[in-house]
Nanobody
Framework: QVQLVESGGGLVQAGGSLRLTCSASGRTFSIYAMGWFRQAPGKEREFVATISSSGGSTSYADSVKGRFTISRDNAKNTVYLQMNSLTPEDTAVYYC????????????????WGQGTQVTVSS
């Protein structure tokens, strides 16, 4: 069982930056691939970024590539999402998720989810 808690969301102006943090419970964090997803009002949840259990492999949605960076610190049971050059289109609730096995871009393949953190980007 893994419990995930996101933090770091907030209100930021367009062009600004935020760093989201996802803290995980449990002693086996390092075996889980981690992902960040987001859901904007009236839209379906969408993939943002994923990182392998070791941190050696990452993937990004085209919409955030070059602006967002996912990273992890297995010693701290934490995964991060650094978000730069934010635009109003990035406004959403951001969720982190964990799965045993390889990274995946598909939300339904993740086993554990956090409660989410709101990111609002003003124009």
């Amino acid at each position: 069982q893994v419990q995930l808690v996101e933090s770091g969301g907030g209100l930021v102006q367009a062009g600004g930056s935020l760093r989201l943090t996802c803290s995980a419970s449990g002693r086996t964090f390092s075996i889980y691939a981690m992902g960040w997803f987001r859901q904007a009002p009236g839209k379906e949840r969408e993939f943002v970024a994923t990182i392998s259990s070791s941190g050696g492999s990452t993937s990004y949605a085209d919409s955030v590539k070059g602006r967002f960076t996912i990273s992890r610190d297995n010693a701290k049971n934490t995964v991060y999402l650094q978000m730069n050059s934010l635009t109003p289109e990035d406004t959403a609730v951001y969720y982190c998720a964990a799965r045993r096995g390889p990274s995946s871009l598909t939300g339904s393949r993740y086993d554990y989810w956090g409660q989410g953190t709101q990111v609002t980007v003003s124009s």
